[in-house]
């Protein structure tokens, strides 16, 4: 029987359009996951995904809508959209804040 994969990260998601400085997260042994904010966001967080943890990509659902993690409140925990498990590693981004936002990753394998 395979082992079932537990880990927890601490990222930051960044202010704006700045994919370059945020903290990226391998998804590759995960399957399911929550994000937890202790500060809120003041506009949705973006999900960017990448197969080689250089080049980075905005992500879109088949209908070509934003994949976004919309406006979480203060201290709320959210299911990660199935459409982020597919990607080898995952950066957030947050547009339209005065500070970059502190999160948890939490991912079961």
């Not at 029987?1 to 927890?8: T, Y």
């Not at 998601?13 to 370059?20: L, P, R, W």
């Amino acid at each position: 029987m395979g082992v079932i994969l537990r880990d927890s990260n601490t990222v930051t998601c960044v202010v704006g359009d700045s994919v370059a400085e945020s903290t990226s997260i391998d998804f590759r042994d995960f399957s399911s996951g929550i994000i937890v904010f202790t500060t809120e966001p003041t506009s949705p967080v973006r999900v960017h995904v990448s197969t080689d943890d250089v080049n980075f990509y905005a992500l879109s659902d088949s209908g070509g809508g934003d994949v976004d993690l919309l406006t979480p409140g203060e201290n709320e925990a959210i299911a990660f959209p199935d459409e982020v498990f597919p990607a080898h590693f995952v950066k957030f981004v947050s547009g339209s804040t005065t500070a970059d936002i502190t999160c948890t990753v939490m991912l079961k394998g």
